[in-house]
């Protein structure tokens, strides 16, 4: 009888890139995964139930359907990788996830033509850490922390702040 040939499997690295996010990963067999990579670089807490994909090319200001990505089996498993080459990550977000994203950036930097008010969840450090004051109804004393520095006063106003006394 002949001994089956085990295949030792072939380790190596990949760079992945994704905006500012330049790393290596490791692949095993030409193969890592989604996982892996928003271990690494978070990209779902950023945005809430994106897809990661790969990609050859660079996508930045590209229309997606014009990228050809690396295979997935399963999904969020990717297959083919070469060791030494880059890849650039692509995330498709949720349209859903996206658009309530939107809605609290649009809330959040209101100018004095939007609704001044903060959203039931926005939230702020109220514990001591830096953040905008204006929100709660405190117009910020610093244009480094505030969101909306040219209108604090309108901010902080339509949040509780009762002007100066």
């Given at each position: 009888k002949k001994e089956e040939e085990k295949k030792e499997d072939v380790v190596g690295n990949v760079k992945i890139i994704y905006s500012m996010y330049d790393q290596e990963f490791e692949i095993v067999n030409g193969s890592t995964t989604a996982e892996?990579?928003?271990?690494?670089?978070?990209?779902?807490?950023?945005?809430?139930?994106?897809?990661?994909?790969?990609?050859?090319?660079?996508?930045?200001?590209?229309?997606?359907?014009?990228?050809?990505?690396?295979?997935?089996e399963p999904e969020g498993t990717y297959q083919g990788l070469e060791v030494g080459k880059t890849y650039y990550a692509y995330c498709d977000e949720d349209a859903e996830?996206?658009?309530?994203a939107e809605a609290k950036s649009r809330a959040y930097y209101a100018d004095s033509n939007n609704n001044l008010t903060k959203p039931e969840d926005v939230t702020g450090d109220r514990n001591g850490g830096e953040s905008c004051s204006?929100?709660?109804?405190?117009?910020?004393?610093?244009?480094?922390?505030?969101?909306?520095?040219?209108?604090?006063?309108?901010?902080?106003?339509?949040?509780?702040?009762k002007g100066h006394s």
């Open positions: 892996k990579i928003d271990d690494e670089y978070a990209l779902t807490f950023v945005m809430p139930k994106c897809k990661i994909r790969l990609t050859l090319e660079k996508n930045a200001g590209m229309n997606p359907s014009d990228l050809t990505f690396v295979k997935e996830e996206k658009a309530k204006c929100v709660w109804g405190n117009p910020c004393v610093s244009p480094y922390n505030c969101k909306n520095w040219h209108n604090r006063f309108a901010v902080a106003k339509a949040n509780g702040w």
